[in-house]
């Protein structure tokens, strides 16, 4: 039997060793002996196969060489980092579907922190975030299977299906003495990732821009643009890039490149020199006057980390919420074969300052977290003025022999109808109501006001 298994051994280490000498033929042919480096990877080949060929054969269950070795890879992936992981065909097959313009699932971006699988934003109008899922919420089980020790694509092929399908998440939420379970419905996942939104100033002439970025597409740009020109009246842009996951870089750089004239935008450094690049900033079309405040939340990751931290390092903007989620590395899918890949982090991102947000995130300048606004309510003394006001104004109509009715006739628009600043703007104003329900907008407006005055007053 020992002799038998050795024969297997080494069977499986000649392919080894002919793959790691094909590896390395280059340093063999420079050097007459292997160096120290070359045996210490010669030795863990034989450690590996040694070991592979053990349980193949010694295991109290039969299996099979290609779910050892799947396994074995995914298990490595995993250790690499939270973002590089192992495909099979299935797998490989099944990324594709990231990249199509709607899909069957729940809506939300997830990723590993600490171990855990950790939900980094919800997406707005999607089931998840209709469903109360939230930022920082821990996934610990998909319906029946729990999370620990899955894959982040394992988990998102878990939440995936049929629309209309149900699907139970049971979450652990910090806040919460004991584990939630929200059932889902499936639904097809439509992303409108450019939200514009106005809120009107005290002249009602001029307004604020609330570009509400929920995912970086490859139409973010052309769409901050389109609401740009279609709101001239705007003298300050607030972006909100809250819960927004990231998406692709050239988004993020272009949207850069359009409040930033000059310098280093973001640049991105690998192992290998083909990995690294450095992306600048070009002064043509450039807006450097606008007053500009970007919200962030725990959900601000990756190419929103970008956005919100060049701007911050550049002083363009000022910085309002939580710290962001501090997703900063970069990750390509490699082929291996005809049907399975590998998706592995080459490179990471570094902002114009030279600091990574890799497991580490934006810090805003201001920090202010969720919640409502508290308001005072009116005395009594207002109140009563107020009403000796409306009766003041009942009686002078009376003297002019006009009545309540026919004055509010003339001066209300009928029911159903729309003003002609409304007819205007192409973008929902953000009522009252809606700012004092968020104290992170209602914060963000308010720091925005202060930019647009002392600008104002300095004269430029």
Known sequence: MFTKNVKLILAGFALTLTAGLALNGSLMARENAPSKAMEDKLSAYIKFTKILNLIEQQYVDEVNTTTLIEKALKGLMQNLDAHSAYMTAKEFKDLNIQTKGEFGGLGIVVGMRNGALTVISPIEDTPASRAGIKAGDIILKIDDKATLGMSIDEAVNLMRG???????????????SKPLRIKIVRDIIKIKSVKPKIVPLDDNKSSILDLRITSFDAHVVDEVKKAIAAHPEARGYLIDLRNNPGGLLDQAVRLLDMFIDKGVLVSQKGRNASENEVYKAHAAGTDTKTPIVVLVNGGSASASEIVSG???????????????????????????????????????????????????????????????????????????????????????????QKSPAAESNATAPKAGATSAKEKKSKAKIITRKELYEDAQLKSAVDILKALILTQERKGN
Not at 162 to 170: R, V
Not at 341 to 355: E, F, H, I, N, Q
């Open 310 to 400: 060049a701007l911050q390092d550049d002083r363009r903007a000022v910085i309002v919420g939580e710290k962001t989620f501090g997703k900063g590395s970069v990750q390509v899918v490699i082929p291996v074969g005809k049907d399975e890949g590998l998706k592995l982090t080459v490179a990471r991102y570094y902002l114009p300052s030279g600091r990574t947000i890799q497991n580490k995130g934006v810090t805003p300048d201001v920090i202010v977290y969720p919640g409502k606004v508290p308001q005072k309510k009116e005395d009594e003394l207002a109140i009563k003025e107020k009403d000796l006001k409306e009766h003041l104004k009942a009686e002078l109509q009376k003297i002019d």
């Open 162 to 176: 049929k629309p209309g399908t149900p699907i139970t998440l049971t979450i652990v939420r910090k806040g919460e």
